[in-house]
């Protein structure tokens, strides 16, 4: 147990993090009141991200060893335990969670107006899936986790999604379960090659190439479907365009995460040689996510449809900056999940705050009303500008260490991106002009009130801060991601040596 | 070369930034708004000033408030070579202030507020550029420029000013993204660093063992990135952005943006590659060849047009290629003549754009064929206009001339005597399609059919000038450019201290 720092803080810290939300919505349906039960979630939520603060203040940046660990024995028989850290890797994933679920609560305020009480039970009780997913290290665990999401999340868009919900809900239930399945299956064999679900243990083992081989298949499919990859990106523009606000928000911020993170998290560690044999494929698997995704968002009408392609070009940057191997490409990748996460949040929470006028998402319905609503431009224009990594924004950053490591390595691959980024200007900043000037504009819409301002400007805040100061994001992933790149190396130093 | 750390380069761009937000925040009092452009332009040419008797003697000042990643930085860097287009830009945003003001107001445009908004925004954007320490610093303000100067030419929100616009922002931030940026990257993964080479033109930031032709490619993809400079085939943005009102084309497009996109070519030839590193790999003269074909292409281009400001955008796009002819030689005295042009062809090309306007304003006309007699009419500007064009030009006494005596001894320099040629054939292209306009204005017989409104102005003495606050500033700026022919010393003296050594002690060898 030598890679676990066990929990200084006298709390068990990643154990409230998952479990208060879990509690927060059970007690949910002991309140009468729906005014009440939205005060209550929010209170839990913001409780929940406050309590989540300590990890980053008090982690110690100069170790790649998972810390603030729990380790319970839990079903011996199989040797699976309730193992509980975070590192570099997962830290801000989990932040990045509890900062998103009270926003997510706040913009559905007045927008889910039918089953409130259930609508906030399946947010706090995906918060307690997404934490669970970033912060276990057991493999069984981490299932269970990555599973737990699927209900809330299929019930967010089948019950209070758009038109079109149903198909929206089916599509997307079956590419993930069908996800699931090949994980299962990669979790099994490698408990049945190791004896152990423990995912630090399984990446202190060596397998053989074959063997690799086939477990990077079976988790590489399960993964780049939640990333998503083309082409296996279908269900995502169905599934962003009917669900509400907040689902959409927790489906691009988090869920997309769980699949980069999986790449991260899992390939890269235990299957080393097949990573790097991979690599090429999701070299070119990832282009032509970037192009393909770019091109279609250029097409778009819907603004929801336009966002959800441009999550498909964007992830594309992480999954290629994941198969570099190398420190600018890897931490631009994680910073990219973060920046991700932040920025096309906060754009989804753009369109629903019009929707909440219009009821309608499309852009020429929309369009022209910058002068009716000034802030919202004002807004709407610094996340446009991140989502086209503007420099200054935080996706600049990101995108320009996974460019530096891309170039660094392939130039190829590095001169096939640039189209990408080109694209990404022109779709934004197409949407930016239709929505600010290209008609004549409703006169009856309001211009942003207090809530809605105050659930964008934390969003705000990270964009530039990320973008003009991204250290305090970087150092906690030094360590770990050195460690990452030394276990890489050393797994295919072996196999030279074989 | 000594380093003062100071907070006066980021001043300069703050000053400019608050007045912007100030300018946003007072939209329904316009004389307190106004004021803000005022006050935000002299505090900024102000801040400029004060850094210039220390940069003269040999010293910069910089203040990095960022750090981003390693070797990557938000850094502020006043040198002579950032003094030159830092200068011009915040004096020239003065005058421009109070022509915007009798323009604008003239004309009783709409969306005023965010007109000055951006206005002051693009400002920021080409201080910020001039005072960048390095290319990070340098791309985020070249794309702010982009950004926000999008909303000025799209101004006045029609079928053409959209068409516009687009191609603008097709062409500007396509080319950034397409090639700029890569470079950058490039640059950053060939050298390790992105902060300009410290002092001098000589040494650039690459290793001497760097793979040429990758350096060579890295220097391909920065002349296709900034089209800002508008050379051939990257020029056509400038014309279609002619659709911007008058003043935007006076301070933008002969001046801010596109003095930004020559000052970032010119900044990285010479801090980035740096002389040396451009001689060995062989790269001035095909550039020299580039602008060329540029000078002379756009020059007889702008012979074929009628419209004023698009015969005025052509001569931009032929102007500018001087000042990248005058470094691509690489020879002490090109340098400084394509440098010194920087200022020169502002002071010109900025009146001839106002002028531009005021007629506009006065007669509304674009025409060239409808200003027949205007001269008579409007004495001011087109005696303003007539000295502008001398400029362009080349006559001895007005600025132009200084330029070009420096790029013809600096093309003798190089041994490349076809150079003059161009020289020559430019001159005589810049007389053709400038005379006429001053012939038919002062001697032409006035064309009855033109019917123009005077009931916006009130005539005096049979004269029918724009309004003051207009003809007061080109005036002034014409004169400036006579000034600047009689004495270059104030610009020259920037000029040289870009790097003394290099600069100053060959020409004295040569002559």
């Given at each position: 147990m030598d890679f676990l720092i066990l929990?200084?803080?006298?709390?068990?810290v990643l154990s409230t993090l998952i479990f208060l939300p879990l509690a927060g919505a059970v007690v949910l349906?002991?309140?009468?009141n729906e005014t009440t039960a939205k005060v209550w979630s929010l209170i839990i939520s913001i409780v929940t991200f406050a309590l989540s603060l300590p990890l980053y203040f008090n982690f110690d940046i100069t170790t790649y060893k998972y810390q603030f660990a729990e380790h319970i024995p839990w079903i011996p028989g199989f040797k699976i335990n309730y193992t509980l850290g975070v590192d570099g890797i997962s830290l801000l994933l989990v932040l990045l969670s509890t900062l998103l679920t009270p926003i997510c609560i706040l913009a559905s305020w007045k927008y889910i107006e039918k089953r409130v009480k259930e609508f906030l039970f399946c947010l706090l009780l995906i918060e307690t899936a997404c934490v669970g997913v970033f912060s276990a290290l057991d493999f069984v665990l981490f299932y269970i986790f990555f599973e737990a999401m699927l209900v809330p999340m299929y019930l967010l868009i089948a019950v209070w999604g758009g038109p079109a919900k149903v198909y929206a809900s089916i599509k997307f239930f079956i590419y993930t379960m069908a996800g699931s399945v090949f994980l299962m299956v990669a979790m099994i064999a490698l408990y049945l090659n190791t004896g152990t679900f423990s995912i630090p243990e399984l990446m202190t083992h060596t397998y053989s190439f074959n063997f690799q081989f086939w477990v990077f298949l079976a988790m590489g499919i399960a993964f780049a479907i939640k990333v998503p990859m083309a082409p296996l990106h279908t269900w995502l523009p169905a599934a962003h365009v009917e669900a509400p606000t907040a689902g959409s928000v927790i489906l691009a911020s988090v869920l997309l995460k769980m699949g980069t993170y999986g790449f991260v998290r899992f390939c890269l560690p235990i299957l080393p040689q097949a990573s790097i044999y991979f690599a090429p494929y999701v070299f070119w698997i990832s282009i032509i996510s970037i192009l393909y995704g770019g091109y279609v968002a250029l097409g778009q009408s819907d603004m929801k449809r336009l966002i959800a392609y441009s999550s498909v070009a964007h992830m594309g940057f992480v999954t290629l900056g994941t198969f570099l191997f190398n420190k600018s490409g890897l931490e631009g990748a994680m910073l990219q999940m973060i920046n991700h996460g932040v920025t096309t949040g906060a754009l989804f929470l753009c369109v629903g705050i019009i929707y909440e006028r219009?009821?309608?998402?499309?852009i020429s319905i929309n369009s022209g009303i910058s002068k009716i609503m000034p802030v919202y431009i004002g807004f709407l224009g610094l996340f446009s500008l991140s989502s086209m990594a503007f420099?200054?924004?935080n996706s600049f950053v990101g995108e320009l260490l996974v460019l530096i490591g891309t170039f660094a390595d392939n130039k190829l691959i590095g001169a096939l991106t640039i189209p990408g980024v080109v694209l990404a200007a022109a779709y934004m900043l197409r949407l930016l002009q239709k929505i600010a000037w290209g008609g004549q504009g409703n006169p009856s819409f309001k211009d942003m009130n207090l809530r809605e301002i105050v659930y964008l400007v934390p969003l705000a805040i990270f964009v530039l801060w990320i973008g003009f100061s991204p250290g305090p994001f970087l150092d906690v992933m030094h360590a770990s991601v050195d460690h990452l790149i030394q276990q890489v190396q050393a797994g295919s130093a072996l196999a030279l040596v074989k | 070369m000594e380093t003062i750390i100071s907070i006066r380069p980021i001043l300069a761009v703050l000053i400019a930034s608050v007045a912007s937000l100030l300018i946003m925040f007072t939209p329904k009092k316009p004389n307190l708004r106004e004021t803000w452009s005022v006050l935000g332009a002299v505090g900024t040419f102000l801040t400029v000033l004060s850094m210039t008797p220390q940069v003269l003697a040999g010293k910069a000042f910089e203040y990095t408030p960022f750090v981003i990643l390693p070797g990557i930085s938000m850094k502020f860097r006043v040198d002579a070579l950032g003094l030159i287009f830092g200068t011009i830009s915040s004096f020239l945003w003065i005058l421009v202030t109070f022509y915007n003001i009798g323009y604008m107001r003239s004309l009783k445009e709409h969306a005023q507020t965010r007109y000055y908004f951006c206005f002051a925004v693009a400002i920021v954007g080409a201080v910020g550029v001039a005072f960048s320490g390095n290319l990070f610093t340098l791309y985020f303000f070249y794309e702010i420029i982009t950004i926000f100067t999008y909303p000025l030419v799209a101004h006045h929100q029609d079928e053409e000013a959209y068409e516009g616009g687009r191609k603008y922002m097709v062409y500007l931030t396509g080319t950034a993204k397409s090639f700029f940026l890569p470079a950058v990257i490039l640059t950053y993964v060939l050298?390790?660093?992105?902060?300009?080479?410290?002092?001098?033109?000589?040494?650039?930031?690459?290793?001497?063992?760097?793979n040429p032709t990758l350096v060579t490619i890295t220097y391909i993809l920065f002349m296709a990135g900034f089209a800002k400079a508008a050379i051939m085939p990257f020029h056509n943005w400038l014309p279609s952005a002619m659709v911007a009102p008058t003043p935007v084309s006076a301070l933008l497009h002969a001046v801010a943006v596109v003095k930004a996109g020559v000052f970032c070519t010119s900044r990285v030839m010479l801090s980035v590659f740096g002389v040396g590193m451009l001689n060995s790999l062989n790269l001035g003269i095909p550039t020299a060849y580039a602008a060329s074909f540029t000078i002379i292409m756009a020059s007889v281009i702008a012979l074929t047009k009628d419209d004023l400001k698009a015969r005025l955008a052509y001569s931009t796009v032929s102007q500018l290629s001087y000042i990248i002819l005058g470094i691509a030689l690489l020879t002490p005295s090109a340098v400084t003549g394509g440098l010194i042009h920087i200022a020169n062809h502002a002071f010109s090309k900025i009146t001839l754009f106002m002028c531009a306007g005021s007629i506009y304003v006065a007669m509304h006309t674009k025409k060239i064929s409808e200003m027949s007699g205007m001269g008579r009419k409007m004495p001011f500007t087109f005696a303003a206009f007539s000295i502008a064009s001398l400029s362009m030009i080349g006559?001895?006494?007005?600025?132009?001339f200084v330029t070009k005596w420096y790029l013809a001894i600096g093309a003798m320099q190089a041994h490349q005597n076809i150079f003059l040629v161009v020289l020559l054939a430019s001159t005589l292209l810049n007389t053709a399609y400038f005379f006429p306009v001053i012939l038919r204005a002062f001697f032409g017989r006035p064309n009855e059919e033109v019917q123009v409104p005077t009931d916006h102005l009130t005539p005096t003495n049979g004269l029918q000038e724009a309004p003051a606050f207009m003809v007061i500033p080109l005036f002034l700026t014409a004169i400036g450019s006579v000034l600047l022919g009689l004495y270059p010393d104030y610009f020259m003296n920037i000029v040289k201290a870009v790097d003394p050594d290099y600069l100053m002690n060959i020409v004295k060898a040569v002559f």
């Open positions: 929990n200084q803080l006298g709390y068990p349906f002991l309140l009468r219009s009821h309608s998402r499309l420099p200054g924004t | 050298a390790g660093t992105l902060d300009f080479a410290p002092s001098g033109i000589t040494k650039g930031i690459f290793p001497a063992d760097a006559v001895p006494l007005v600025c132009g």
